[in-house]
C-alpha cells in the first residue's frame, strides 16, 4: 500500500527527495532547507508570508499573477551579499544555497501594490455579495499588501456572468483575476481539459468549449482552487455567509480513499463540504461524489429516535414510537410524557438479547457495517462476546461500483498508468472495511460475509440478529429485507429508516458521519479521526453513546480512551499507542 | 432618653461602621483604605418635619403659575427628532425593488441576534433583476428583541436598512413584532411618503455596490 500513498503524491514530491541541507536567508532570517523548493515554501517555513494567487503546491508553475515578486541575491562564501537588480517570482524561483530574499523593502512592497491595483482594476467590488468574502486572496492581501485607492476614473469593465461552465460551477467572470489554477487541475490533475483561456489581454475570460462543460468528478476542487469569487459553488451558492461557518477536521466517508476533509457546519446544519490537505491520505483534492454526497444526513428518512415493536405491527397497537419530528402538538405532548425513550429501550433490548442467546446458543449473529467507526465496531465485539461466546460476527454488505477511478485521464479518458496516478476514487464506496475486519478478526477466525450470514438465516442456523447499518441509501435489497425479517429477534442500529429498520423489534437511531466521533481505516491503512461536527437529528445519538450503554460499560463514550484500550487488547492497532491521532493521522494497518 | 441610652444612639452609626469595616476586612481581598460615608445625624429643624413640609408646599404653589410641562399623550403625539432610532425600514431602491443585497453584515452587526435573512439569487428571468445577483428572499427583523442600537444601519453597505423616528410600537401578539419584508419595505412606504425620512442617510447618494453611477466628466479632468 505504500506504493499507493506515493502514487497520490504529486510531481514536486518526487523532487522533494532529502537533498543536502542549505542554508537560504529570508528576510535576515536564516533558515535550513533539505528538500527541493520554491522561495514560498522556503519563506513559509521561515514564517514569512509572500503572497500569490497563481502558484499552488499540486499544480505546475506559471507566474503570471506576479504577486510573489521579491528581491532575491546569492551570499557567498565570503560572506559577500549581491543583489540582482530586478525583482524575480518567487514561485519560480528555486531555493539553492546561499539564496537571499528580502520581501518587505520598498521596492517590493511597491510591487505588490501596484500588481493588487492592477488585478483590482476591473474587479466589480461586489464583496457585499460575493460568496467568497470572508475567504477571498483578494480581500486579504488588500487589507496586508495592498493600496487604499484605485486611480481608474474610467467605467469599469463589466462582463456577462457564465452560468454554462459546469453542473456545479458558476463563474462570475468580471471577478477573476487570470491566475489559471482551474484550466491547469483540469489539465494536469483530472485531465480532462474542459476549462480554457478564451481570447487575449483585458478581455482574456476562463470558458469551456461549447456545449462541453466542465462535469467532471474532480470538477468541484475549481471552486476551491479558486483564489477569488470568480469560480463558486452552485450548491453553496449564496447558502451562507463563510464567517458564519465553523469548520471541523474529519474523514469523508464516500470511499475508502478516506480523504481529509473539513465539515462547515453552522446551528447544527452542515452547509459545504471541503477537501483538508493530508499528504498521507489523498493529497488536496476531492472528488465530488463525497463533496456533494452528504445530503442524506439531513435527509427526511433519518431515524430521529429509539423504537421497539415491529413498525409493521403498529395497527396492533405493539409498537412504541418515540420519535421528536412528529408534527403538532401531540407529538410534543407525547415527548413530555416519555421524558427520555432511550434507557428503557436499551434496557429492554439488552435484556431480549441476553435472553435469546441464553436459550439459543450460537443462534445469534452480529452483522457489523463497514460504515462503522473502530472504536464502535470494538465496543459492539466486546458486549456481544460477553453476552454469549458462540455468537457469530458477520460483515454487512460491502458497496462497491466497478473499478477503481484513476486521474489523470487521458484525452479519451483512459486511466493513467500506475505511477503517474495523482488521485483515484476507490470503488470500495464504503470508509471502514479494513477496519471493522481488523476487528473481528480478533474476536472471530474467519469474517462471515453478508451472503453467508443470510444464508445462514434462511436456513435456520441464526435465528436472532444485530444489525448495524449506516449505509447512505438504508436497505433496498428486497431479497435481504425479506430474510432479516424473518428473524426471531432483530436489533437493528442504523441511521436511515428502511424496510429493515421498520421489521426490526428494536431501532436504535445512530449517527451518520458528521454526528459521531472516532477512526476509520482506509484502504492504505491509515487511521484517521471523525469528528462530531453537528448534533444527531431528534433524539437519535452517537452509535458509541448507545453501545456504551447497551454495553454497560460506566462512564461517557470517549473515543481516545477506547483507541488506547483497542492498541492494547489487538495487536494490529498497537500503533495506536494511547490514543492521540493527529491532523493527518496513524498508520496503522 | 437616658444620657446611656443618647450615648449608644449616638454613637451606634460608627459602631456599626467599625463592626462593617472590621467584617470587610476579614473577608480575602477587601480593601483596606476604603472610606466609609455615614449618614448625617439629624438635627433640630430636621426633626420637627416642618420647614420641609413648608417648602414642598412652596414647591407646589410655585408649579400653579409656571409653565405645564405634561406631555398630552396619545391625544397630542410629539414629533421625534428625525435621527431617532425606532423600527426599521427596508429601503427601495429607484426601480422599487428592495435594496438590499443580502450580504448579511446587519445580521453579522447585530448585538441582539434579531434578524433574520434568507439570500437566494435573484430572479434572472425577470428583466427587472437583470443586474443584480442576489436578493434577500426572506427579511426578518424580530423587534421584541431589538435593542434599537443602530449598527444594522451602519454596517449596512448599500443603505438599505434604516431606524425611523416611528416609536410607537405596539403588537397584540409576538408574531405581529416580527417584521417581515414585505412590512419592513410597508415602513419605508409610509415614512418616505410623509416626509419622515431619517437625517442619517445619505439618500440618493449610493455606494458602488448598490448602483452604478456614471462618472462624470468634471471628476475625470481633476
Redesign the interface.
Known amino acids: 500500500m505504500t506504493t499507493n500513498t506515493k502514487l497520490i503524491d504529486k510531481p514536486e514530491s518526487k523532487s522533494s527527495v532529502a537533498q543536502a541541507p542549505k542554508t537560504v536567508f529570508i528576510d535576515n532570517i536564516e533558515i535550513e532547507i533539505d528538500a527541493k523548493c520554491n522561495l514560498v515554501q522556503a519563506a513559509e517555513k521561515a514564517g514569512v508570508e509572500i503572497p500569490h494567487y497563481c502558484w499552488h503546491p499540486d499544480l505546475s508553475v506559471v507566474a503570471s499573477c506576479r504577486m510573489c515578486l521579491v528581491e532575491m541575491g546569492t551570499k557567498s562564501a565570503s560572506g559577500e551579499v549581491t543583489m540582482l537588480p530586478r525583482l524575480v517570482p518567487a514561485c519560480q524561483t528555486l531555493a539553492n544555497p546561499g539564496t537571499v530574499i528580502k520581501t518587505n523593502t520598498e521596492k517590493v512592497k511597491q510591487a505588490q501594490q501596484q500588481t493588487l491595483e492592477f488585478l483590482l482594476l476591473n474587479h466589480p467590488l461586489d464583496c457585499s455579495i460575493c460568496d467568497q468574502a470572508g475567504e477571498c486572496y483578494l480581500q486579504d492581501y488588500s487589507y496586508k499588501f495592498g493600496r487604499p485607492h484605485s486611480r481608474l476614473h474610467e467605467p469599469k469593465v463589466q462582463r456577462q456572468d457564465k452560468d454554462h461552465i459546469g453542473d456545479q460551477i458558476a463563474l462570475f467572470t468580471d471577478r477573476c483575476v487570470m491566475c489559471t489554477r482551474c484550466v491547469r487541475f483540469t489539465r494536469e490533475v483530472s485531465g480532462t481539459a474542459e476549462l480554457q483561456v478564451i481570447s487575449r489581454g483585458s478581455v482574456e475570460e476562463i470558458d469551456v468549449f461549447p456545449g462541453q462543460p466542465c462535469n467532471n468528478k474532480l470538477a468541484g476542487n475549481v471552486v476551491d482552487l479558486c483564489p477569488v469569487g470568480a469560480l463558486c459553488s452552485k450548491d453553496f451558492l449564496y447558502k451562507k455567509r463563510v464567517w458564519w461557518l465553523k469548520s471541523v477536521e474529519s474523514v469523508c466517508p464516500g470511499c475508502s480513499t478516506g480523504c481529509s476533509i473539513h465539515v462547515d457546519q453552522n446551528k447544527d446544519q452542515v452547509y459545504r463540504i471541503r477537501p483538508r490537505e493530508n499528504p498521507q491520505a489523498q493529497g488536496s483534492f476531492m472528488c465530488d461524489d463525497g463533496r456533494f454526497g452528504w445530503k442524506y444526513i439531513h435527509g427526511e428518512q433519518r431515524l430521529t429516535g429509539p423504537r421497539q415493536g415491529r413498525a409493521l405491527g403498529e395497527s396492533n397497537g405493539n409498537a412504541k414510537m418515540h420519535s421528536s419530528n412528529g408534527n403538532g402538538v401531540q407529538a410534543n405532548q407525547a415527548d413530555l410524557a416519555s421524558v427520555d425513550p432511550w434507557p428503557d429501550i436499551l434496557l429492554n433490548a439488552r435484556s431480549a438479547i441476553a435472553k435469546f442467546a441464553k436459550s439459543n446458543s450460537g443462534k445469534f449473529v452480529a452483522v457489523l457495517s463497514p460504515f462503522m467507526a473502530c472504536e464502535e465496531a470494538y465496543l459492539l465485539c466486546t458486549y456481544l462476546r460477553g453476552v454469549d461466546a458462540k455468537i457469530a460476527f458477520a460483515m454487512g454488505p460491502v458497496p462497491r461500483q466497478g473499478q477503481d477511478d484513476c486521474y489523470p485521464k487521458s484525452p479519451k479518458g483512459e486511466p493513467p498508468s500506475r505511477d503517474k496516478v495523482r488521485f483515484t476514487i476507490r470503488a470500495e464506496k464504503c470508509p471502514n472495511y479494513r477496519g471493522v475486519a481488523a476487528i473481528v478478526d480478533r474476536f472471530q477466525d474467519r469474517i462471515l460475509d453478508f451472503d453467508g450470514c443470510l444464508n445462514g438465516i434462511r436456513n435456520g442456523t441464526y435465528g436472532g440478529a444485530f444489525v448495524v447499518g449506516g449505509y447512505p441509501d438504508g436497505w433496498t435489497d428486497a431479497n435481504t429485507v425479506a430474510v432479516l425479517a424473518s428473524l426471531k429477534l432483530l436489533v437493528v442500529l442504523d441511521m436511515v429508516r428502511s424496510p429493515v429498520s421498520d421489521s426490526a423489534d428494536f431501532v436504535l437511531a445512530g449517527a451518520s458521519f458528521a454526528e459521531r466521533e472516532g477512526i476509520v481505516i482506509n484502504h492504505g491503512g491509515l487511521a484517521q479521526l471523525q469528528r462530531v461536527a453537528i448534533r444527531p437529528p431528534g433524539d437519535a445519538r452517537g452509535d458509541g453513546r448507545i453501545l456504551m450503554e447497551l454495553a454497560g460499560r460506566k462512564g461517557l463514550y470517549h473515543s481516545q480512551s477506547l483507541r488506547a484500550e483497542l492498541a492494547k487488547q489487538i495487536p494490529k492497532f498497537a500503533k495506536l499507542g494511547n490514543g492521540e491521532i493527529g491532523e493527518e493521522g496513524v498508520q496503522v494497518l | 432618653m437616658t444620657d446611656a441610652q443618647t450615648q449608644t444612639n449616638g454613637a451606634q452609626p460608627q459602631t456599626s461602621g467599625e463592626t462593617r469595616r472590621a467584617a470587610n476586612a476579614e473577608q480575602p481581598g477587601a480593601k483596606k483604605n476604603v472610606k466609609w460615608a455615614e449618614s448625617p445625624t439629624l438635627g433640630l429643624m430636621e426633626t420637627l418635619y416642618l420647614p420641609a413640609i413648608a417648602s414642598g408646599i412652596g414647591t407646589t404653589i410655585r408649579r400653579m403659575f409656571v409653565r405645564n410641562e405634561t406631555r398630552q399623550y396619545p391625544e397630542v403625539e410629539p414629533i421625534m427628532p428625525a435621527n431617532y432610532r425606532g423600527v426599521h425600514r427596508l429601503n427601495r431602491d429607484s426601480q422599487g425593488r428592495v435594496k438590499c443585497?443580502?450580504?448579511?453584515?446587519c445580521q453579522?452587526a447585530c448585538p441582539a441576534n434579531c434578524i433574520s435573512i434568507e439570500?437566494?439569487?435573484a430572479p434572472k428571468d425577470d428583466p427587472a433583476w437583470q443586474d443584480r445577483?442576489?436578493f434577500p428572499e426572506k427579511f426578518e427583523i424580530d423587534e421584541l428583541r431589538c435593542i434599537y442600537c443602530g449598527m444594522c444601519e451602519q454596517a449596512c453597505?448599500?443603505d438599505a436598512i434604516e431606524l425611523t423616528s416611528i416609536y410607537d410600537l405596539t403588537g397584540a401578539t409576538r408574531e405581529e413584532m416580527m417584521f417581515d419584508k414585505e412590512k419592513l419595505l410597508e415602513v419605508f412606504d409610509i415614512t418616505s411618503t410623509t416626509g419622515k425620512d431619517p437625517v442619517r442617510t445619505t439618500s440618493g447618494k449610493l455606494g458602488?455596490?448598490s448602483e452604478?453611477v456614471?462618472?462624470q466628466a468634471t471628476?475625470?479632468r481633476s
Open positions: 443585497v443580502a450580504c448579511f453584515l453579522t439570500a437566494a439569487a445577483d442576489k453597505p448599500v458602488p455596490a452604478f456614471e462618472p471628476q475625470l
